[in-house]
């Protein structure tokens, strides 16, 4: 059984920086993708970064792009930098893997993913 268990959320300034890290387990392989999602009170999940295990591709939102780096530490741990923080950024985010296909879809959609953390607290504020 898949698991994923995030970690790094906390309260933060705007303009600020913050990691979050996430660990999959229950499934070696290294055919997958694996992304962050998050989600605000009263809005929809969305997708913020996803990352291709093994040849390292990644995609962003637009929203992030050139604030936010996600990286690969291992076949099975992935991270999210997150620099010049804005308010707006507060919400749940979610670590993400998909293994069926392996691939990662295009439009960052959180219904392309079946396995899901519980989720890390971001709350930007001064």
């Known amino acids: 059984q898949v698991q994923l268990v995030e970690s790094g959320g906390g309260l933060v300034q705007p303009g600020g920086s913050l990691r979050l890290s996430c660990a999959a387990s229950?499934?070696?392989?290294?055919?997958?993708?694996m992304g962050w999602f998050r989600q605000a009170p009263g809005k929809e999940r969305e997708g913020v970064a996803l990352i291709k295990i093994g040849d390292g591709s990644t995609d962003y939102a637009d929203s992030v792009k050139g604030r936010f780096t996600i990286s690969q530490d291992n076949a099975n741990t992935i991270s999210l930098r997150m620099d010049s923080l804005k308010p707006e950024a507060t919400a749940m985010y979610y670590c993400?893997?998909?293994?069926?296909?392996?691939?990662?879809?295009?439009?960052?959609?959180?219904?392309?993913?079946?396995?899901w953390g519980h989720g890390t607290q971001v709350t930007v504020s001064s």
């Open positions: 229950g499934y070696p392989s290294r055919n997958k993708c």
């Open positions: 993400a893997a998909r293994y069926y296909p392996g691939s990662c879809p295009s439009d960052l959609s959180p219904a392309a993913f079946a396995y």
